[in-house]
């Protein structure tokens, strides 16, 4: 069996448990326990010398290599072109991407830095699977040394409509560096399309249907590539466990307490625009206009932990934020009871889990969003007697596969607290049908059956070559 190597921005802690349990760390570490490999990437360090050779440490039979990077190249390649550009760019924020020939060169310099500093430690029949938007011209920097190994690379944001797209001045050229790989891996058929338009209508390459569920075959750049959907998920069976046991901790014994018997609203998000923070807000003071019932009955609690606090964009939402927050409270609050509960801080996993399972309404609505796993978290932490309700974004990804979510447009502020309002007073029978459609969805694939099916097409391909 071929050695797995994993190529990420940052690399797990590799200490087992120190990494977020159920998450993509721990999908990924499987992968490699089972194949045997490398995990490579930034060990989140800056240093004052570029590395001559990564770090090793050996856990089994995980090979972790890092690297620290320089302060101007994090600048450029972290800061700059990878969240500054691409980040907006590719959740539709044309408005917010900043647009530097300095930072491209520092993004494409350490891509060249990384396939540098991993090619000696890799051997020919290796199946390299590369993660994410900060590495689209990986592939093509290990080609550039004259490497052949099978090449994946999967994307954990949207990827934008060409129209969006051709406004990044090197837009021509990032495809072009995808088209190095051999798998392609998007979040959902929407993504794909838009990735199989571009090479249609931008490119002027070939796209064939391979059949159900096996993607396209695209042809661009004098190179045949396979691109396909491969939806993320979570780790359901642990995570309705961990729900199980917070229901009786001490926190969530605060929690209800607090509470006095009022329903909750709950949303975890990090602290980013792509999330439709603002718009959230003003949907919960629709729903306390429109429906004054829910005045003192309902508490609207939003978990949002600080994201590259450093950043004018996102110091710009945290004050509005704040600005919202406390004009809907000072308007609608009684001595005993505050409308939103905003907390800017992060809490540990079981204790989301509590907060999901205890809340009748789960509140995603991102304005884009890749996947959005928070969404499938919350369905899999309800009780299954008396379960809550996901309000979700038709931009979330995970809007294709919930279809028992109340599907909403997170622009459209009335239809939004309409939808609440429609959650907090329906049915039981209605409640239970919902959660089993999306609990037989979230059990059928979860983040084994994510990775799994991924390793296999990208072994699948390595045969074909």
Not at 88 to 111: E, K
Not at 235 to 244: F, H, K, P, Y
Request: glycine share 8%; proline share 5%.
């Amino acid at each position: 069996m071929s050695r797995l190597v994993v190529v990420s921005n940052r690399v797990a802690p590799v200490e087992e448990g120190k990494s977020q349990a159920g998450g993509l760390a721990v999908a990924i570490q499987e992968a490699l326990k089972s194949r045997g490999g490398i995990w490579f990437g930034w060990n989140g360090d800056t240093v004052e010398q570029t590395p001559d050779a990564p770090g090793i440490t050996q856990n089994g039979r995980i090979t972790y290599a890092t690297l620290g990077l320089l302060q101007r190249d994090l600048e450029e390649y972290y800061n700059g072109f990878a969240n500054s550009t691409l980040w907006p760019l590719f959740h539709y924020r044309l408005d917010l991407a900043q647009f530097s020939g300095r930072t491209y060169a520092g993004y494409q310099r350490v891509n060249s830095l990384f396939a540098s500093r991993l090619a000696p430690l890799l051997r020919a029949d290796d199946l390299i699977w590369v993660h994410d938007y900060h590495l689209i011209p990986f592939a093509e920097q290990l080609r550039s040394m004259g490497l052949e190994q099978t090449m994946g690379f999967f994307l954990h944001t949207p990827w934008p409509a060409p129209e969006i797209l051709g406004a990044l001045p090197a837009h021509e050229a990032l495809v072009r560096n995808l088209c190095a790989y051999d798998l392609l891996g998007f979040h959902t058929e929407v993504d794909l399309r838009c990735f199989a338009n571009y090479i249609r209508y931008e490119a002027q390459g070939t796209v064939e249907e391979l059949g159900a569920g096996q993607g396209l075959r695209i042809g661009a750049f004098g190179r045949s590539v396979i691109a396909r959907a491969f939806p993320i998920s979570i780790d359901t069976a642990t995570l309705e466990g961990i729900a199980r046991q917070a229901a009786d901790t001490a926190q969530m014994r605060r929690l209800k307490e607090s509470l006095v018997g009022r329903a909750l609203i709950v949303g975890v998000d990090r602290l980013d625009y792509s999330k439709g923070l603002p718009q959230r807000f003003e949907s919960f003071h629709a729903l306390l206009d429109a429906y004054p019932a829910n005045r003192g009955q309902v508490s609207f609690m939003q978990v949002a932990p600080p994201s590259r606090s450093d950043v004018a964009e996102y110091q710009a939402i945290r004050r509005e934020l704040e600005a919202l927050a406390g004009h809907i409270n000072g308007r609608f609050a009684e001595f005993d009871w505050v409308p939103i509960r905003y907390l800017n801080k992060s809490f540990s996993r079981k204790a989301l889990a509590g907060f999901y399972r205890h809340a009748s309404i789960g509140l995603v609505t991102p304005l884009r969003d890749g996947m959005n796993l928070v969404a499938k978290e919350y369905v899999a932490c309800q009780p299954p007697e008396d379960p809550g309700v996901l309000v979700l974004s038709r931009f979330a990804g995970a809007a294709k596969e919930l279809d028992g979510a109340l599907i909403v447009n997170p622009y459209d502020i009335r239809a939004v607290a309409e939808n609440m309002q429609r959650g907090l007073t329906m049915p039981l029978q209605e409640r239970r049908e919902r959660y089993e459609a999306m609990m037989k969805v979230l059990r059928a694939n979860d983040i084994t059956h994510w990775r799994e099916s991924y390793v296999e097409a990208l072994s699948g391909v390595a045969g074909q070559a």
